[in-house]
């Protein structure tokens, strides 16, 4: 999907990050444009969310996403660990992109729920995009926001299957146990009516 993105809507970096909704943590989980090592030490890293979701504001509304301009973003673009870069794309022109200007594409659930963010930097014609290359954007994030969704329920699945099957094998074992006992009680049963019956042999000698 990234580069997908990169090749198809014209940005050279982009970065896909994942929300953990029980933490509310960030975590990056794909990249294009990024050197390899640099990527290595950001997917470790876990962002809080609200340091994220703060910047998208109305103020920043482009259609369903975000345009955090430079003047605004420094923290943003920190805390998300995107590398700085001086050259300016097509900074003589009117609405040219500027270094630490950042389009942030929230994912969404089936239900509206977050569940992630794109964000993309570094456009290859140096200009701030148009409203329609944010809706081609938008498209291609709406399909990594299936990808997404659906493998957060193969895991949930995964994992309630393996619960289940934990709690059969624990049921089987409970079974065991008393069927053990059981057997136990049985024998515990025959030696005691067997003592009572030599007990009554002796006391009928008497």
Same mark, same amino acid.
């Given at each position: ?12 970096? *982009? @970065? ?30 876990? &962002? ?18 975000? @345009? *955090? &301009? ?32 950042? @389009? ?10 977050? &569940? ?6 570094? =456009?290859?014609?140096?200009?701030? =995009? ?16 299936? *990808?997404?969704e659906n493998s957060r329920l193969y895991q949930s699945a995964e994992d309630r299957a393996e619960e289940l099957t934990q709690s059969l094998a624990n049921l089987s074992k409970s079974y065991d146990e008393l069927d053990n006992l ?23 000698? @008497?």
């Open positions: 999907v990234t580069r997908a993105i990169s090749e198809t809507v014209g940005f050279n970096l *982009v @970065l896909v990050s994942t929300l953990d909704p029980e933490r509310e943590t960030l975590h990056h989980i794909a990249q294009y444009g990024m050197l390899d090592d640099t990527f290595t030490k950001l997917s470790k890293k876990a &962002i809080p969310w609200d340091k994220i979701g703060r910047h998208m504001d109305d103020e920043y509304r482009m259609s369903s996403s975000y @345009l *955090v &301009i430079h003047e605004k973003s420094a923290n943003l673009v920190e805390t998300l660990g995107i590398p700085r870069y001086a050259k300016a794309f097509g900074s003589d022109r009117p609405g040219s992109w500027q270094p630490g200007d950042l @389009l942030l594409v929230p994912l969404r659930s089936t239900t509206g729920e977050p &569940i992630g963010v794109v964000s993309v930097d570094q =456009p290859r014609d140096g200009m701030i =995009p148009t409203r329609n290359t944010v809706e081609l954007l938008e498209i291609f994030c709406n399909q990594a926001a299936i *990808v997404l059981s057997r136990e009680m049985i024998r515990k049963d025959a030696e005691l009516s067997h003592a009572n019956e030599l007990l009554n042999q002796r006391a009928q000698r @008497l």
